[in-house]
C-alpha cells in the first residue's frame, strides 16, 4: 500500500515538473509520508508543518498536505473541525 502512494505521488509530481511556476499543490494524498525525490525533481517542497487530519474524530495523522514551489510560501495553515468526511479539511493561506 504505501509503495503505491509513493508511486503515485511520483506520477503526480512527474506531471507537475511541466508546469510553470509558480505551483500549488494541495489535497488527499493519503500518506503521511512524502517521497521528497519526486516533489524536488517537480520544483514542489512540504509547505506546512505537521496538521493532523485523519481520523476526524480524533486526528493523528496527516494525510492532506499543501506542496508549494519557489515563488509561493504558506502563510498558515489549518484544519476546520468537520464531520463531512472521515478526514479534515486542510486550509492554507497562500502568498507570492
Known amino acids: 500500500k504505501w509503495m503505491s502512494r509513493v508511486i503515485e505521488l511520483a ?6 515538473r511541466n ?7 494541495v489535497g488527499d494524498l493519503n500518506t503521511q509520508q512524502l517521497a521528497v525525490g519526486p516533489m524536488r525533481y517537480a520544483g514542489l517542497q512540504k509547505g506546512t ?10 486526528p493523528r495523522r496527516q494525510i492532506d498536505h499543501v506542496l508549494t514551489s519557489r ?9 476546520v473541525d468537520s464531520m463531512a468526511s472521515d478526514h479534515l479539511p486542510l486550509v492554507a493561506e497562500v502568498e507570492t
Open 49 to 58: 508543518e505537521f496538521r493532523p487530519t485523519f481520523p476526524a474524530r480524533q
Open 11 to 16: 506520477s503526480l509530481c512527474s506531471a507537475c
Open 71 to 79: 515563488g509561493l510560501r504558506v502563510v498558515d495553515c489549518w484544519t
Open 19 to 25: 508546469l510553470h511556476s509558480p505551483k500549488l499543490l
